[in-house]
């Protein structure tokens, strides 16, 4: 059974650090590449971030590069998130995406609210 399980969303406050994690499950996710979307409310899903098959890669959308990073450890077949600096402007539920050729797999994603 595939399964992508975020988990470590909460509520922080501006400035503040969380680090999200990505599990991965049923499929080899040592083979996939990765990606972080967010979506606010209201607004359409957008990408924050995206990490090759062996990690040796990386992007990130403007408004979170130097406050964000991505991260994977195979052997753990997980993806993390970093993120730094955080702003109000960074609440959203966060998806993460595993994709490769034609397979592409969901998680149901985790809430991060940042307020003071």
């Known amino acids: 059974q595939v399964q992508l399980v975020e988990s470590g969303g909460g509520l922080v406050q501006p400035g503040g650090s969380l680090r999200l994690s990505c599990a991965g499950s049923?499929?080899?996710?040592?083979?996939?590449?990765v990606r972080w979307y967010r979506q606010a409310l209201g607004k359409e899903r957008e990408l924050v971030a995206g990490?090759?098959?062996?990690?040796?890669?990386?992007n990130y959308t403007n408004s979170v590069k130097g406050r964000f990073t991505i991260s994977r450890d195979n052997a753990k077949n997980t993806v993390y998130l970093q993120m730094n600096s955080l702003k109000p402007e960074d609440t959203a539920v966060y998806y993460c995406?595993?994709?490769?050729?034609?397979?592409?797999?969901w998680g149901q994603g985790t809430q991060v609210t940042v307020s003071s």
């Open positions: 990490i090759g098959s062996t990690g040796a890669t990386t």
């Open positions: 995406n595993a994709n490769f050729l034609y397979q592409k797999y």
């Open positions: 049923g499929f080899t996710f040592s083979s996939f590449g």
